[in-house]
DNA sequence: TTGAAAGCGCTAACAC
DNA sequence: GTGTTAGCGCTTTCAA
């Protein structure tokens, strides 16, 4: 063991603490600092020969290079983007449709050669201390609720941001999908299939945990964008043909896992067994309901319909009808947003396109006015 | 639009750029630096009044809190740790075992409220400026080549490193699995089987594409320890029942995807359509070869056995017989490790255990001695 | 081609 | 409870 210059002890066998500074290699070279920053910045600016000697005593020093904090200090650069996510770091790994967006945010910080920083922001805890520690030259903001109190800190630091699933908030970029449309157009597709009765699972709505049915006030005041724009695009189709939403069953689960589908499937069914589809905000929740449904003996689609939202490739194999949506290109516009963030002066905002998938889990209800005609 | 203090311009519409510090904070309250900082930091250390004038007039005056980037620079700390992958970092949130250990390192991460920098470290560049950029208190390597000049770069950095699926290497901690004995173990299983004749798929051995047969000495010298030692389990295991190794045919793939294991079981069995097992180093390329031995009208385990190595989700549904490993316990231990870096003095290594996993894939070969005296 | 000077914005001793 | 002093390690004009 020896003592540093901080006179706290350090281990030999471990790494090397930083015994050297660009400022004690120029002393020992006796050249200046600029010289020795430039051996490492700008090789052109020094002779091959200087440089030779400046990068070889470093070796024989011990110096790891210039510090990257100071130097993004001193260049007001940090090299990389901050990622703020709704839920715990570790359930963006576990969600395949975050895991899309990540790879696609991946992929467009990788283009820009610059990092990608998840933040380590625990919605449970009101703590918003590590968006302020994030050195970062910007953030993504994915899919929180708009009442987030970290979002809110983002929101708050100097650097550009993008947020993905979010209302206008103002002075930032956003990329998302148009939610209401696309389910609205969802919708559509099973009122045209005859289906009149539905019942709805959704995703949580707000921060607190509500594991039981919905009442409209809490559908409309949901802070979960996405969300709330996906029950407004089922209910005003419904609406416009006669149904009245009020009296339609939706149940909303705060765990986004199949395990919280089959449990509010169970709970729609058991509040009206008549209905005829189950229609999910997301394919994991319709995953989860479709084997919630089997489990009680009914047949998809012959018995009733399910469907999802996201077009996660879990979902294709099973063949569930669903909307998809571009996950991936999603991450990367944010990512490209948020990079070339350079000369804008108003916030600019990117709707992609999503696709309705007609899979094998959605068909005219039983005993529909065709059926009664031509037989099942 | 107006000028900034650099002279840039600024677009009021976007956000505020930094327009204040907390020297000019102190100046506009006429106190010190320090009550600013300890507004922030230390409130105990000043009376709620002073502290309610500081955050106010922060307010007031756009200030965002102390800049993250200055305080790292000032606390030698930047709460947050790097992490270096083998591959692009997109590729990362494409394959099961990496997402899976991602996630067990975030868990870590979120656990001690730490960041996690994913470092955009291309393998296909040899530009390591991103290592040098990461403003981090640590790195965790993921399955890199021993060869790679990224490893390199993060060994040089006088910050505690570690490793996962590494060989020892000296002065940094390690978690892994013992990938030999695991495969060996495998191949015991095969063996008593009665597999004596197969062939071999695995992933990419050194940092050069060869997406073809491989040489006992490009085996012996693989770069990456993870398939070498599988290699060598394997080649342990059947030299010790007599099979001559070098006989073995052994393909190797770059990419790390069903399509390769198709492509490259496509390739070991046409070099020898007699052997009764595909042994491969991975359950993607497994996956991608039971889909190519079925193709070609082959039954699995009937006409052939196939195995894999990871025990991710997709294999498990398949029935694969594979070794599973602990994904998300490596990542979190190496989070673990890292994170508590703080008073050892040497190098520690986990090594976490495996398990072989039974399932319907493997078989006695068609026409044992087993078979011939008891019928198919 | 090289060096001197001036901070980047902050925190931590220590003194008052 | 508050202020003074002294850097953290680096880059960048600007001048020689």
Redesign the interface.
Known sequence: ?VLNRYGHFM?R??????PATLASLAAELGVSRTTVSNAYNRPDQLSPELRRRVLETARRLGY??????????RTRK???V?LLLTE???Y???DPAA??F???L??A??DA????????A?PEREDV??V????VDGFVVYSVPDDDPHLAAV???????VVCDQPDLG??DRVGIDDQAAMHALAQHLISLGHRRVGVVCMRLARDRNDDFVVPERQQAAHFHVQRARLAGLAQAFASVGVDWETVPVAERFDHTMASGASAAAQVLERDPQITALICTSDILALGAMAEVQRRGLRVPVDITVTGFDGIREAEQAGLTTVRQPVLEKGRAAGKLLLDSAE????RAVTLSTELIHGTTAAPPRGTAEERWFGP
């Open positions: 063991m281990a066998s471990m790494h090397v603490r930083r790891p290079g210039p510090d990257p904090v100071a130097r993004s200090l940090a090299g990389a901050g715990n770091l570790s963006a790994f576990r895991i899309g990540l790879e696609g991946a992929l910080c990788e050669g610059t990092g990608l920083l998840l933040v380590p625990n201390a590590a302020h520690r994030a050195g929101l708050e630091r100097p650097v550009p941001t002075n930032v804008r002066t108003r916030p």
